[in-house]
């Protein structure tokens, strides 16, 4: 699998990466939220001896326990998707194991017991789901998953009962949203089992117009399915973006033109970006490449500006708090050096 953040993509592809995640239960423990933190730990300690014990990649990856690492760390974890916000409310006894490319993440004691992750770039699931499967029937020789043999799986959840399997997307739908189509697109998911939602998935906002399309439906459906489901919704999705996209290039081309290059334009010389001004202009950016409306621009460097603006991440960089003033002069800062070094 390849790092959405870092592997290079085709200019006019609009799906930036494609998870994979797994929820799994250990038989006759409490759900997470009920374990004292002792318990907990324990849970923490079985999971990682099933794991490097029947991983053969032992080497490559590594344990993080939440309670030991400041909340900037562990925020610029969640900012790379690569935990969730709700294990961040357990950091006390809660842990991550991780790849050390950063693709698969092993999430314990977030609202199940386990919650293991393989994100990969691009409209690559199959590749990402055969990755999950390998390491969850690894994990199922050492450890007696909590399974029903009417419902499937059984999770902290109800919507995660039966095959625990969550496949998602993660797409760049400027048009959609300009135009005010993106609530339509919601409805119709709604009617398949998918769901659409922000860039940090439930609960979140949908900064610099990228979405996450998911199966809302674990229970009563085959894993082949939920993938086959969602790689027709995406390609459906991306065909609705892409005809947007020619609506608005044939009806208000100037204005689409300047927009884009306005957006260029104060990303190359602004002295100061919040976040969400930021994430904005990348977007318009990002599809001015995309149509090859700016052209000799590879936006595979997007990607990694769109993590590195955020603000744990970018605090990361300086190893020290910064007050919000000092993090949009140093994220116009970064953005500026970004832009120079690919154009």
């Known amino acids: ?82 935990i969730s916000p709700n294990i961040l409310a357990t950091s006390n006894k809660s842990a991550f194991i991780l790849s050390k490319d950063e693709t698969v993440s092993l999430m314990i004691n977030e609202e199940d017991h386990l919650r293991l992750q393989c994100i990969n770039a691009g409209m690559n699931i199959r590749e990402a789901y055969d990755m999950a499967d390998k390491i969850d029937d690894m994990l199922e020789e050492q450890l007696d998953f909590a399974f029903d043999e009417t419902l499937g799986y059984v999770t902290a959840c109800p919507t995660n009962v039966g095959t625990g399997l969550r496949a998602s997307a993660m797409l760049h739908l400027p048009a959609l949203t300009l135009n005010d189509e993106i609530n339509e697109v919601l409805k119709v998911l709604t009617q398949v089992g998918m769901t659409i939602r922000g860039l940090y998935g439930e609960g979140s906002r949908a900064e610099g117009n990228i979405y996450q399309v998911s199966n809302q439906i674990t229970l009563g459906i085959k894993e082949e399915d939920i993938l086959n489901n969602l790689e027709a919704t995406v390609s459906q999705i991306v065909n609705q973006e892409r005809k947007a996209r020619e609506r608005l290039l044939k009806q208000y081309k100037y204005e689409l033109e300047d927009k884009i290059y306005r957006s260029l334009g104060i990303l190359e010389n602004a002295v100061m970006l919040n976040s969400k001004e930021c994430l904005d202009l990348m977007s318009s950016v990002r599809m001015g490449i995309e149509m090859g409306i700016i052209k000799d621009m590879n936006k595979n460097f997007l990607n990694k500006l769109l993590v590195e603006t955020q603000s744990a991440t970018l605090q990361r960089k300086f190893n020290r708090v910064l007050a919000p003033k000092e993090r949009d002069i140093e994220r116009a800062n970064l953005v500026k050096k970004y832009m120079r070094e690919n154009q």
Do not use: C, Q
């Open 1 to 82: 699998m390849e790092n959405w953040i870092t592997s290079e993509i085709k200019n006019e592809d609009l799906v930036l990466s494609s998870r994979i995640r797994i929820a799994r239960n250990i038989k006759s423990l409490p759900f997470p939220h009920k374990l004292k933190e002792e318990e907990a730990k324990k849970v923490i300690k079985e999971i990682e001896d099933a794991f490097y014990t029947s991983s053969s990649m032992e080497e490559d990856f590594n344990t993080f326990y939440l309670w030991e690492m400041d909340g900037n760390l562990s925020n610029s974890y969640l900012e790379r998707h690569l």
